[in-house]
């Protein structure tokens, strides 16, 4: 708190979020990551990748692989890079099914035959802004992608202080 000069009133004068941006920066990586943990752990999922707006602006990227999974995060990070933006333009969630069946796959893997199993992408919002995309890989190929998308979508719109507690929003904890 300061004293205003002149006018002897105090005032609270608090730092504000913004003007921390390596304290807002690491917080934003954290929620990425967490969001990305989340869904990897919700839907099966093997490895995956984010995208996130830090606090300057910039876009950022970073990779996770569950242990015990195939490691397929190199090998398919043309596709996640595809999924990722388009699911940032369209501003929905989008699932290939079926990696192998997947012309466009084949392609963004120049050529390589895609893994078997399937990805899934969709933008990360807060509060109605989107701030990030994940893309996550599952070894199963999918026949229900209504339902991976619906789950992926409700992961990644879930408020981060449900996800921190490790329940849904609203949801309080057993006595």
Same mark, same amino acid.
């Given at each position: 708190?300061? &004293?205003?000069?002149?006018?002897? @009133?105090?005032?609270? &004068?608090?730092?504000?979020?913004?003007?921390?941006? !390596? !304290? &807002?920066?690491?917080?934003?990586?954290? !929620?990425?990551?967490?969001?990305?943990?989340? #869904?990897?752990?919700?839907?099966?999922?093997?490895?995956?990748? @984010?995208?996130?707006?830090?606090?300057?602006?910039?876009?950022?990227?970073?990779?996770?692989?569950?242990?015990?999974?195939?490691?397929?995060?190199?090998?398919? +990070? *043309?596709?996640? %890079?595809?999924?990722? %933006?388009?699911?940032?333009?369209?501003?929905? *969630?989008?699932?290939?099914?079926?990696?192998?069946?997947?012309?466009?796959?084949?392609?963004?893997?120049?050529?390589?035959?895609?893994?078997?199993?399937?990805?899934? #992408? =969709? *933008?990360?919002?807060?509060?109605? =802004?989107?701030?990030? #995309?994940?893309?996550?890989?599952? @070894?199963?190929?999918? +026949?229900?992608?209504?339902?991976?998308?619906?789950?992926?979508?409700?992961?990644? =719109?879930?408020?981060?202080?449900?996800?921190?507690?490790?329940? *849904?929003?609203?949801? #309080?904890?057993?006595?």
């Amino acid at each position: 708190m300061r &004293t205003q000069e002149g006018k002897g @009133v105090e005032e609270a &004068t608090w730092p504000r979020p913004d003007s921390h941006p !390596a !304290a &807002t920066q690491h917080v934003r990586e954290m !929620a990425a990551n967490l969001v990305l943990s989340r #869904a990897l752990t919700i839907l099966g999922g093997a490895c995956g990748m @984010v995208v996130y707006r830090d606090a300057g602006g910039r876009w950022n990227s970073d990779g996770l692989g569950l242990p015990g999974q195939p490691d397929r995060l190199e090998e398919l +990070t *043309p596709v996640f %890079e595809a999924l990722l %933006e388009w699911s940032l333009y369209t501003e929905k *969630p989008v699932v290939v099914g079926d990696l192998t069946k997947s012309p466009w796959s084949r392609h963004l893997m120049q050529g390589s035959d895609p893994p078997t199993g399937s990805v899934a #992408a =969709t *933008p990360i919002a807060q509060r109605g =802004t989107i701030w990030g #995309a994940i893309a996550v890989y599952r @070894v199963d190929a999918v +026949t229900e992608s209504m339902e991976v998308m619906r789950q992926l979508t409700d992961v990644a =719109t879930e408020p981060l202080s449900a996800l921190g507690s490790g329940r *849904p929003e609203g949801v #309080a904890p057993q006595a």
